[in-house]
């Protein structure tokens, strides 16, 4: 009887974990979009937010791609120059330092400019509505940053 009776008990718990489970799995997916997304699933989220249709999934994946290819360079040299800015601030003189802070500078401007010509070829391939759309999520993008800061912890 008392064999029977743990039995069941643990029959019910296993259950219930299971169903609770269940429940934070379908009524939390919005947590499960910021994971990092494999390889497959790249973009995804922007793809259901602006409602791209396959041609345009294709389009957009094509200019992704370019735009990561040409701004891969540039982020990676940003980094080396923060690096030896950050890393010999006590050794570097004044000149060096705007030296690094000029090149900085100058490599920025021309990753936003890429960005905003890469903004600009997607905006081409979209429909009235979806340029409303992406729109608002440029604007979200752009101040992301920001809100980051501003957000109390």
């Not at 609770?20 to 919005?30: A, I, M, V």
């Amino acid at each position: 009887m008392k064999n029977r009776n743990l039995i069941i008990a643990l029959v019910v718990l296993v259950l219930l974990n299971i169903i609770s489970l269940g429940f934070l799995w379908f009524t939390n997916r919005q947590h499960f979009d910021r994971l990092p997304a494999r390889k497959s699933e790249v973009n995804f989220r922007f793809f259901r937010e602006i409602d791209f249709d396959e041609q345009q999934q294709k389009t957009f994946r094509r200019l992704f791609t370019e735009h990561r290819k040409n701004m891969r360079p540039k982020l990676e040299k940003m980094s080396e120059l923060r690096t030896a800015l950050f890393s010999g601030a006590e050794h570097l003189s004044n000149e060096e330092r705007d030296q690094l802070l000029t090149e900085l500078s100058a490599i920025q401007r021309s990753a936003d400019s890429i960005t905003y010509v890469h903004f600009g070829m997607v905006y081409e391939i979209c429909n009235p509505d979806q340029k409303r759309k992406i729109d608002g999520f440029v604007r979200r993008m752009v101040n992301r940053d920001r809100r980051e800061i501003s957000r109390p912890k």
